[in-house]
Protein backbone atom coordinates (compact mmCIF):
# COMPACT_ATOMS: atom_id res chain seq x y z
CA UNK A 1 0.00 0.00 0.00
CA UNK A 2 1.18 3.49 -0.39
CA UNK A 3 -0.69 4.91 2.13
CA UNK A 4 1.56 6.25 5.31
CA UNK A 5 0.72 9.93 6.21
CA UNK A 6 -2.18 11.70 6.40
CA UNK A 7 -1.41 13.86 3.13
CA UNK A 8 -2.49 10.55 1.55
CA UNK A 9 -6.21 11.02 2.23
CA UNK A 10 -6.93 12.08 -1.55
CA UNK A 11 -5.00 9.14 -2.76
CA UNK A 12 -7.21 6.85 -5.05
CA UNK A 13 -6.70 3.93 -3.32
CA UNK A 14 -7.36 5.13 0.06
CA UNK A 15 -10.61 6.52 -0.64
CA UNK A 16 -11.44 3.56 -2.59
CA UNK A 17 -10.72 1.42 0.26
CA UNK A 18 -12.29 3.69 2.80
CA UNK A 19 -15.76 3.34 0.91
CA UNK A 20 -15.28 0.03 0.76
CA UNK A 21 -14.94 -0.33 4.43
CA UNK A 22 -17.39 2.06 5.75
CA UNK A 23 -20.37 0.24 3.35
CA UNK A 24 -19.17 -3.35 5.16
CA UNK A 25 -19.17 -1.56 8.68
CA UNK A 26 -22.75 -0.16 7.76
CA UNK A 27 -24.10 -3.69 6.68
CA UNK A 28 -24.23 -4.67 10.45
CA UNK A 29 -24.95 -2.44 12.87
CA UNK A 30 -23.12 -4.08 15.71
CA UNK A 31 -19.72 -3.66 13.93
CA UNK A 32 -18.71 -0.29 15.29
CA UNK A 33 -14.95 0.14 13.50
CA UNK A 34 -13.43 -1.58 10.25
CA UNK A 35 -9.52 -0.44 9.64
CA UNK A 36 -6.35 -1.68 8.35
CA UNK A 37 -3.28 -1.06 10.20
CA UNK A 38 0.87 -1.62 9.90
CA UNK A 39 3.39 -2.60 11.91
CA UNK A 40 7.00 -0.68 11.79
CA UNK A 41 9.11 -2.42 14.32
CA UNK A 42 7.63 -2.42 17.46
CA UNK A 43 5.18 0.70 17.07
CA UNK A 44 1.54 0.08 15.03
CA UNK A 45 0.49 2.96 12.70
CA UNK A 46 -3.29 3.22 11.15
CA UNK A 47 -3.76 3.09 7.49
CA UNK A 48 -7.13 3.61 7.13
CA UNK A 49 -10.40 3.90 9.68
CA UNK A 50 -13.99 3.58 8.87
CA UNK A 51 -14.78 6.03 11.41
CA UNK A 52 -17.01 8.87 10.18
CA UNK A 53 -16.60 11.09 12.53
CA UNK A 54 -14.53 13.81 13.42
CA UNK A 55 -12.39 10.96 15.70
CA UNK A 56 -11.31 9.22 12.21
CA UNK A 57 -7.83 8.07 12.67
CA UNK A 58 -5.70 9.50 9.90
CA UNK A 59 -2.87 7.60 7.84
CA UNK A 60 -0.10 7.15 9.74
CA UNK A 61 -1.84 7.96 13.39
CA UNK A 62 0.11 6.08 15.65
CA UNK A 63 -1.90 3.24 18.17
CA UNK A 64 -0.64 3.31 21.52
CA UNK A 65 -2.99 1.29 23.42
CA UNK A 66 -2.20 -2.09 21.76
CA UNK A 67 -3.93 -5.53 23.25
CA UNK A 68 -1.55 -8.48 23.00
CA UNK A 69 -3.72 -10.34 20.51
CA UNK A 70 -3.42 -7.22 17.91
CA UNK A 71 0.44 -7.79 17.45
CA UNK A 72 -0.77 -12.03 16.77
CA UNK A 73 -2.80 -10.51 14.14
CA UNK A 74 -0.31 -9.72 11.74
CA UNK A 75 0.96 -13.29 11.42
CA UNK A 76 -2.19 -15.05 12.25
CA UNK A 77 -6.26 -14.52 12.47
CA UNK A 78 -6.67 -14.14 16.51
CA UNK A 79 -9.90 -12.45 18.54
CA UNK A 80 -9.80 -10.36 21.66
CA UNK A 81 -10.47 -12.87 24.77
CA UNK A 82 -11.80 -9.69 26.96
CA UNK A 83 -13.27 -5.88 26.57
CA UNK A 84 -10.62 -3.64 25.79
CA UNK A 85 -10.89 0.25 26.20
CA UNK A 86 -9.16 2.89 24.05
CA UNK A 87 -9.66 7.00 23.06
CA UNK A 88 -13.03 5.44 20.91
CA UNK A 89 -14.55 3.21 23.22
CA UNK A 90 -14.80 -0.30 24.83
CA UNK A 91 -14.85 -3.11 22.22
CA UNK A 92 -14.59 -7.03 21.42
CA UNK A 93 -12.10 -7.30 18.19
CA UNK A 94 -10.85 -9.59 15.57
CA UNK A 95 -7.29 -9.54 13.52
CA UNK A 96 -6.13 -11.14 10.50
CA UNK A 97 -3.20 -10.74 8.65
CA UNK A 98 -3.53 -9.22 4.85
CA UNK A 99 -2.94 -11.44 2.20
CA UNK A 100 0.42 -10.69 0.87
CA UNK A 101 0.77 -8.67 3.61
CA UNK A 102 4.16 -9.72 4.14
CA UNK A 103 3.00 -9.70 7.83
CA UNK A 104 3.03 -6.03 7.95
CA UNK A 105 -0.22 -5.16 7.55
CA UNK A 106 -3.70 -6.58 9.21
CA UNK A 107 -7.05 -5.61 9.07
CA UNK A 108 -9.22 -5.43 12.21
CA UNK A 109 -13.13 -5.62 13.63
CA UNK A 110 -13.96 -3.76 16.32
CA UNK A 111 -17.79 -4.81 18.03
CA UNK A 112 -18.76 -1.81 20.50
CA UNK A 113 -18.71 -3.37 24.33
CA UNK A 114 -20.34 -0.10 26.02
CA UNK A 115 -23.85 -1.46 25.63
CA UNK A 116 -22.83 -4.84 27.60
CA UNK A 117 -20.90 -3.00 30.20
CA UNK A 118 -23.95 -0.28 30.78
CA UNK A 119 -26.19 -3.69 31.22
CA UNK A 120 -24.24 -5.29 33.38
CA UNK A 121 -24.00 -1.95 35.38
CA UNK A 122 -27.80 -1.94 35.72
CA UNK A 123 -28.00 -5.39 36.09
CA UNK A 124 -25.69 -4.94 39.47
CA UNK A 125 -27.83 -2.47 40.61
CA UNK A 126 -31.16 -3.90 40.18
CA UNK A 127 -29.69 -7.18 41.82
CA UNK A 128 -28.30 -4.80 44.71
CA UNK A 129 -31.97 -3.24 44.71
CA UNK A 130 -33.55 -6.74 45.38
CA UNK A 131 -31.30 -7.59 47.85
CA UNK A 132 -32.31 -4.94 50.29
CA UNK A 133 -35.91 -5.25 49.53
CA UNK A 134 -35.69 -8.68 49.96
CA UNK A 135 -33.78 -8.14 53.53
CA UNK A 136 -36.63 -5.46 54.60
CA UNK A 137 -39.52 -7.89 53.58
CA UNK A 138 -37.88 -10.30 55.46
CA UNK A 139 -37.58 -8.57 58.28
CA UNK A 140 -40.93 -7.25 58.32
CA UNK A 141 -42.27 -10.55 58.47
CA UNK A 142 -40.33 -12.00 60.77
CA UNK A 143 -41.75 -9.17 63.14
CA UNK A 144 -45.44 -10.32 62.02
CA UNK A 145 -44.44 -13.99 62.49
CA UNK A 146 -42.76 -12.94 65.98
CA UNK A 147 -45.64 -11.37 67.01
CA UNK A 148 -47.91 -14.16 66.14
CA UNK A 149 -45.74 -16.27 68.08
CA UNK A 150 -44.96 -14.34 71.14
CA UNK A 151 -49.13 -13.29 72.08
CA UNK A 152 -49.28 -17.69 72.81
CA UNK A 153 -46.07 -17.58 74.31
CA UNK A 154 -45.96 -14.58 76.33
CA UNK A 155 -49.10 -15.63 77.70
CA UNK A 156 -48.34 -19.30 78.30
CA UNK A 157 -45.21 -17.73 80.17
CA UNK A 158 -48.03 -15.73 82.62
CA UNK A 159 -49.78 -18.33 83.38
CA UNK A 160 -46.70 -20.61 84.13
CA UNK A 161 -45.68 -17.50 86.72
CA UNK A 162 -49.13 -17.63 88.26
CA UNK A 163 -48.80 -21.37 89.00
CA UNK A 164 -45.20 -20.78 89.87
CA UNK A 165 -46.73 -18.60 92.59
CA UNK A 166 -49.47 -20.83 93.79
CA UNK A 167 -52.46 -19.93 91.92
CA UNK A 168 -52.91 -23.22 90.19
CA UNK A 169 -56.32 -23.07 89.14
CA UNK A 170 -56.12 -20.59 86.52
CA UNK A 171 -56.33 -21.54 82.45
CA UNK A 172 -55.19 -20.07 79.08
CA UNK A 173 -58.74 -19.09 77.20
CA UNK A 174 -56.91 -18.03 73.98
CA UNK A 175 -57.48 -20.05 70.75
CA UNK A 176 -55.33 -19.37 68.06
CA UNK A 177 -56.15 -22.33 65.56
CA UNK A 178 -52.96 -23.52 65.07
CA UNK A 179 -50.32 -25.71 66.25
CA UNK A 180 -50.58 -23.49 69.29
CA UNK A 181 -53.84 -24.94 70.53
CA UNK A 182 -52.82 -28.03 71.33
CA UNK A 183 -49.66 -26.58 73.25
CA UNK A 184 -52.74 -24.73 75.13
CA UNK A 185 -55.03 -27.64 75.75
CA UNK A 186 -52.00 -29.63 77.06
CA UNK A 187 -51.14 -26.52 79.86
CA UNK A 188 -54.84 -25.95 80.73
CA UNK A 189 -54.54 -30.50 81.72
CA UNK A 190 -51.32 -29.89 83.09
CA UNK A 191 -53.15 -26.76 85.44
CA UNK A 192 -55.94 -29.13 86.48
CA UNK A 193 -53.82 -31.98 87.46
CA UNK A 194 -51.90 -29.38 89.22
CA UNK A 195 -55.13 -29.41 92.13
CA UNK A 196 -54.95 -33.53 92.59
CA UNK A 197 -50.85 -33.35 92.66
CA UNK A 198 -48.63 -30.19 92.36
CA UNK A 199 -45.61 -31.66 93.41
CA UNK A 200 -46.07 -34.62 90.71
CA UNK A 201 -46.94 -31.76 87.83
CA UNK A 202 -43.82 -29.72 89.14
CA UNK A 203 -41.38 -32.42 88.14
CA UNK A 204 -43.21 -33.14 84.70
CA UNK A 205 -42.81 -29.80 83.49
CA UNK A 206 -39.14 -29.74 84.40
CA UNK A 207 -38.40 -33.02 82.94
CA UNK A 208 -40.77 -31.43 79.51
CA UNK A 209 -38.64 -28.27 79.20
CA UNK A 210 -35.22 -29.81 79.92
CA UNK A 211 -36.64 -32.28 77.33
CA UNK A 212 -37.27 -29.62 74.46
CA UNK A 213 -34.49 -27.52 74.96
CA UNK A 214 -32.27 -30.68 74.90
CA UNK A 215 -33.75 -31.73 71.63
CA UNK A 216 -33.87 -28.08 70.04
CA UNK A 217 -30.26 -27.61 70.44
CA UNK A 218 -29.36 -31.25 69.32
CA UNK A 219 -31.72 -30.25 66.00
CA UNK A 220 -29.53 -27.26 65.58
CA UNK A 221 -26.04 -28.86 66.20
CA UNK A 222 -27.14 -31.74 63.66
CA UNK A 223 -28.22 -29.34 61.35
CA UNK A 224 -25.10 -26.94 61.73
CA UNK A 225 -22.97 -30.11 61.24
CA UNK A 226 -24.52 -31.16 57.90
CA UNK A 227 -24.70 -27.81 56.43
CA UNK A 228 -20.65 -27.70 56.90
CA UNK A 229 -20.06 -31.56 56.06
CA UNK A 230 -22.33 -30.98 52.59
CA UNK A 231 -20.29 -27.55 52.02
CA UNK A 232 -16.69 -29.11 52.55
CA UNK A 233 -17.85 -31.78 50.44
CA UNK A 234 -19.05 -29.65 47.52
CA UNK A 235 -16.09 -27.27 47.86
CA UNK A 236 -13.39 -30.74 47.52
CA UNK A 237 -15.13 -32.39 44.60
CA UNK A 238 -15.69 -28.62 42.57
CA UNK A 239 -11.53 -28.20 43.55
CA UNK A 240 -10.54 -31.83 42.61
CA UNK A 241 -13.06 -31.95 38.94
CA UNK A 242 -11.33 -28.37 37.95
CA UNK A 243 -7.70 -29.59 38.99
CA UNK A 244 -8.24 -33.30 37.06
CA UNK A 245 -9.04 -31.23 34.07
CA UNK A 246 -5.99 -29.03 34.52
CA UNK A 247 -3.75 -32.05 34.77
CA UNK A 248 -5.29 -33.82 32.15
CA UNK A 249 -4.65 -30.95 30.01
CA UNK A 250 -1.08 -30.67 31.14
CA UNK A 251 -0.01 -34.07 30.77
CA UNK A 252 -1.34 -34.07 27.14
CA UNK A 253 -0.98 -31.14 24.84
CA UNK A 254 2.35 -28.77 24.31
CA UNK A 255 2.40 -25.70 25.79
CA UNK A 256 3.99 -23.17 22.97
CA UNK A 257 1.90 -24.91 20.23
CA UNK A 258 -1.07 -26.87 21.30
CA UNK A 259 -0.31 -29.78 20.07
CA UNK A 260 -0.15 -33.15 21.71
CA UNK A 261 2.92 -33.81 23.75
CA UNK A 262 5.19 -36.72 23.97
CA UNK A 263 3.72 -38.77 26.36
CA UNK A 264 0.42 -38.32 23.98
CA UNK A 265 1.84 -39.47 20.87
CA UNK A 266 3.41 -42.36 22.27
CA UNK A 267 -0.01 -43.70 24.00
CA UNK A 268 -1.22 -42.64 20.46
CA UNK A 269 1.25 -45.15 19.16
CA UNK A 270 0.66 -48.11 21.25
CA UNK A 271 -3.37 -47.74 20.94
CA UNK A 272 -2.44 -48.04 16.79
CA UNK A 273 0.20 -51.33 17.76
CA UNK A 274 -3.18 -52.58 19.43
CA UNK A 275 -5.60 -51.85 16.40
CA UNK A 276 -2.73 -53.20 14.15
CA UNK A 277 -2.32 -56.56 16.47
CA UNK A 278 -6.67 -57.22 15.89
CA UNK A 279 -7.48 -55.95 12.40
CA UNK A 280 -4.13 -56.00 10.93
CA UNK A 281 -4.07 -52.21 9.69
CA UNK A 282 -0.85 -50.45 8.63
CA UNK A 283 0.62 -47.33 10.23
CA UNK A 284 3.47 -45.64 9.34
CA UNK A 285 5.42 -42.50 11.89
CA UNK A 286 6.74 -38.76 10.17
CA UNK A 287 9.68 -37.50 11.87
CA UNK A 288 9.89 -34.14 11.18
CA UNK A 289 12.96 -31.59 12.14
CA UNK A 290 13.25 -28.24 11.06
CA UNK A 291 16.93 -27.68 9.43
CA UNK A 292 19.44 -25.00 11.07
CA UNK A 293 16.55 -24.12 13.62
CA UNK A 294 19.23 -23.01 16.33
CA UNK A 295 20.76 -20.58 13.53
CA UNK A 296 16.80 -18.98 13.26
CA UNK A 297 17.06 -18.54 16.99
CA UNK A 298 20.01 -16.75 17.42
CA UNK A 299 19.70 -14.44 14.28
CA UNK A 300 16.17 -13.67 14.84
CA UNK A 301 15.41 -14.20 18.50
CA UNK A 302 13.49 -16.52 20.08
CA UNK A 303 10.19 -15.07 19.55
CA UNK A 304 10.46 -15.77 15.68
CA UNK A 305 11.21 -18.87 16.54
CA UNK A 306 8.74 -19.40 18.47
CA UNK A 307 6.20 -17.79 16.09
CA UNK A 308 7.66 -20.33 13.30
CA UNK A 309 7.23 -23.09 15.17
CA UNK A 310 3.50 -21.79 16.29
CA UNK A 311 3.19 -21.43 12.27
CA UNK A 312 4.59 -24.93 11.39
CA UNK A 313 2.51 -26.80 13.70
CA UNK A 314 -0.65 -24.95 11.81
CA UNK A 315 0.38 -25.88 9.01
CA UNK A 316 1.36 -29.81 9.05
CA UNK A 317 -2.56 -29.67 10.82
CA UNK A 318 -4.27 -28.10 7.88
CA UNK A 319 -2.55 -31.47 5.63
CA UNK A 320 -3.64 -34.18 7.86
CA UNK A 321 -6.72 -36.37 8.33
CA UNK A 322 -9.09 -35.96 11.14
CA UNK A 323 -7.47 -39.18 12.38
CA UNK A 324 -4.16 -38.53 11.75
CA UNK A 325 -2.05 -37.39 15.14
CA UNK A 326 0.64 -34.80 15.29
CA UNK A 327 2.94 -34.11 18.07
CA UNK A 328 5.96 -31.75 19.18
CA UNK A 329 8.30 -34.25 19.88
CA UNK A 330 10.78 -32.03 21.80
CA UNK A 331 12.62 -29.42 20.25
CA UNK A 332 12.11 -28.11 16.79
CA UNK A 333 11.27 -31.62 16.51
CA UNK A 334 7.70 -33.19 15.35
CA UNK A 335 5.94 -36.60 15.04
CA UNK A 336 2.83 -36.90 12.84
CA UNK A 337 1.30 -40.54 13.05
CA UNK A 338 -0.77 -41.78 10.21
CA UNK A 339 -3.27 -44.20 11.06
CA UNK A 340 -4.15 -47.21 7.87
CA UNK A 341 -1.44 -45.70 5.73
CA UNK A 342 1.64 -47.66 4.54
CA UNK A 343 5.08 -46.28 3.78
CA UNK A 344 4.23 -45.20 -0.06
CA UNK A 345 0.78 -43.41 1.16
CA UNK A 346 3.64 -41.93 4.38
CA UNK A 347 5.96 -40.62 1.97
CA UNK A 348 3.66 -38.59 -0.29
CA UNK A 349 2.20 -36.97 3.00
CA UNK A 350 5.68 -36.52 4.06
CA UNK A 351 6.56 -34.85 0.70
CA UNK A 352 3.68 -32.35 0.61
CA UNK A 353 4.46 -31.50 4.12
CA UNK A 354 8.24 -30.79 2.92
CA UNK A 355 7.02 -28.60 0.01
CA UNK A 356 4.65 -26.47 2.46
CA UNK A 357 7.48 -25.31 4.48
CA UNK A 358 10.07 -25.04 2.19
CA UNK A 359 8.06 -23.13 -0.60
CA UNK A 360 5.79 -20.69 1.93
CA UNK A 361 7.92 -18.38 3.81
CA UNK A 362 7.45 -17.48 6.97
CA UNK A 363 6.94 -13.67 7.96
CA UNK A 364 7.84 -12.24 11.45
CA UNK A 365 7.49 -8.35 12.43
CA UNK A 366 7.37 -7.72 8.75
CA UNK A 367 10.42 -9.67 7.84
CA UNK A 368 10.61 -12.56 5.50
CA UNK A 369 12.38 -15.55 7.01
CA UNK A 370 13.16 -18.91 4.99
CA UNK A 371 12.64 -22.30 6.63
CA UNK A 372 13.17 -25.90 5.41
CA UNK A 373 12.68 -29.58 6.94
CA UNK A 374 14.40 -32.93 6.71
CA UNK A 375 11.75 -35.79 7.50
CA UNK A 376 12.40 -39.65 8.24
CA UNK A 377 9.39 -41.89 7.62
CA UNK A 378 8.89 -45.38 8.82
CA UNK A 379 5.76 -47.90 8.51
CA UNK A 380 5.01 -50.52 11.47
CA UNK A 381 5.65 -53.91 10.80
CA UNK A 382 4.77 -56.04 13.38
CA UNK A 383 7.39 -55.46 16.18
CA UNK A 384 5.61 -54.73 19.97
CA UNK A 385 8.66 -52.72 20.84
CA UNK A 386 7.36 -49.17 19.67
CA UNK A 387 10.66 -47.69 20.39
CA UNK A 388 11.99 -49.62 17.63
CA UNK A 389 9.58 -47.97 15.39
CA UNK A 390 10.40 -44.71 16.53
CA UNK A 391 14.07 -45.34 16.27
CA UNK A 392 13.56 -46.63 12.76
CA UNK A 393 12.27 -43.00 12.07
CA UNK A 394 14.38 -41.17 13.43
CA UNK A 395 17.04 -43.31 11.89
CA UNK A 396 15.57 -41.94 8.21
CA UNK A 397 15.34 -38.61 9.66
CA UNK A 398 18.78 -38.59 10.35
CA UNK A 399 19.98 -40.44 6.91
CA UNK A 400 17.62 -37.08 5.30
CA UNK A 401 19.87 -35.01 7.37
CA UNK A 402 23.19 -36.46 6.37
CA UNK A 403 22.00 -36.01 2.77
CA UNK A 404 21.55 -32.51 2.56
CA UNK A 405 18.45 -31.95 4.13
CA UNK A 406 14.99 -30.62 3.03
CA UNK A 407 14.07 -33.63 2.11
CA UNK A 408 12.40 -36.91 2.90
CA UNK A 409 14.14 -40.30 3.53
CA UNK A 410 12.40 -43.74 4.35
CA UNK A 411 13.42 -46.72 6.88
Request: charged share 25%; net charge negative; with cysteine.
Amino acid sequence: MNIVDASDTDNPEYRGTLENLCALRRMNPDIAFLYIMRQEGEKIFFVIDSDETDDQALPGKEYTAVPPNLIRGFTGVTVDNKINTDEWGSFLSGYAPIKNGMGQYLVGIDMRADNVRNKYRHLRISGFSSLIASIILAFVLARIMAGRFMIPVSLAISRCRSIVEGHLDEQIELRTHDEFDQLIDAFNTMSAALFKSQTQTQEAFTSLSRAKNELEIRVRQRTADLNEVNDTLSREIAERISTQKELQEAAARDPLTRLMNRRAIQERIEHEVFRNRRIQTPFTLVMVDLDHFKAVNDTEGHDAGDSIMIETAVRMKSMLRGQDSVARWGGEEFVILLPDTNLQGATIVAEKIRRRIADSPYFFSGKKIGVTASLGVAEFIGDPDTERLVAAADKALYLAKHRGRNRVETS
